[in-house]
């Protein structure tokens, strides 16, 4: 999957820098297709370096610490009776629940993101590829 917009929200927004020496990370990565669901206008604001405060709020809520692979959700979700709730780096909660075998997540504003593809290893940490983009709220 082209993961391209979301690398330019995670180096504008200085996240990246931070993140170089201080992992691993788990990280729930949204792919172009889910930003190109948001309004053009609102795309092109998002991704200004003007608003690095909230792209840096948004970068870091798809940010988890510590290294998550899909069985360690799956297992958090079971063990918490069907849903997990998982403390992101930018201070909020995303609810993890399964849908089959899918692990779907619930963002701070109630909107769902499908993880498409699971674990897949990064330089500092654990990817999983998500269908929509995670917002704080």
């Known amino acids: 999957p082209d993961l391209s917009t979301a690398s330019i929200l995670v180096g504008l927004s200085g996240v990246g820098i931070e993140m170089q020496d201080n992992g691993p990370y788990t990280a729930f990565v949204a792919t172009n297709e889910a930003f190109n669901k948001l309004d053009t206008q609102a795309l092109s604001e ?3 370096a003007d608003n690095k405060e909230e792209l840096a709020s948004i970068a870091e ?3 988890v610490k510590g290294t998550m692979t899909s069985a360690d959700i799956a297992k958090a ?4 009776g069907g849903s997990a709730s998982i403390p992101t780096v930018g201070g909020g909660v995303i ?3 399964m849908d089959g075998d899918a692990i779907v997540l619930e963002d701070g504003a109630g909107n769902k993101a499908t993880v498409t593809k699971a674990d897949v290893t990064s330089s500092n940490g654990t990817m999983h590829i998500v ?3 995670l917002m704080p709220k």
């Open 131 to 133: 269908d929509n983009l």
């Open 46 to 48: 998002l991704l200004s």
């Open 77 to 80: 979700i079971t063990d918490g």
């Open 95 to 97: 609810k993890a629940t």
């Open 61 to 63: 809520y798809g940010l």
